[in-house]
């Protein structure tokens, strides 16, 4: 059983900055890609950022410039710092792993980015 616990999210205003952090545990085998989606109201999830085992990075072209994922991986955590937020990128961000063949999810954390 692996269990992913999020953290960092929460209110701020346009402009402001916030930092995800994601620790995985549990029976965790090699992790290969981490990254984090996320939910608006009423839209699909949607793809923000990820981090392959290998050090490829991809992001959305929403935030690109903005925010950068990293990790830690003694620690299994990965990390969403999040600069220059707008409106448009409130939601509930989700983390997401790849550990073996098994994909994990985190519960979501709630970010709200007011105008």
């Known amino acids: 059983q692996v269990q992913l616990v999020e953290s960092g999210g929460g209110l701020v205003q346009a402009g402001g900055s916030l930092r995800l952090s994601c620790a995985a545990s549990?029976?965790?085998?090699?992790?290969?890609?981490m990254g984090w989606h996320r939910q608006a109201p009423g839209k699909q999830r949607e793809l923000v950022a990820v981090?392959?085992?290998?050090?490829?990075?991809n992001y959305a072209e929403a935030v690109k410039g903005r925010f950068t994922i990293s990790r830690d991986n003694a620690r299994n955590t990965v990390y969403l710092q999040m600069n220059s937020l707008k409106p448009e990128d409130t939601g509930v961000y989700y983390c997401?792993?790849?550990?073996?063949?098994?994909?994990?999810w985190g519960q979501g954390t709630q970010v709200t980015v007011s105008s």
């Open positions: 981090d392959t085992s290998s050090g490829i990075t």
């Open positions: 997401r792993i790849i550990s073996g063949f098994s994909i994990y």
């Open positions: 549990g029976s965790i085998s090699s992790i290969r890609t």
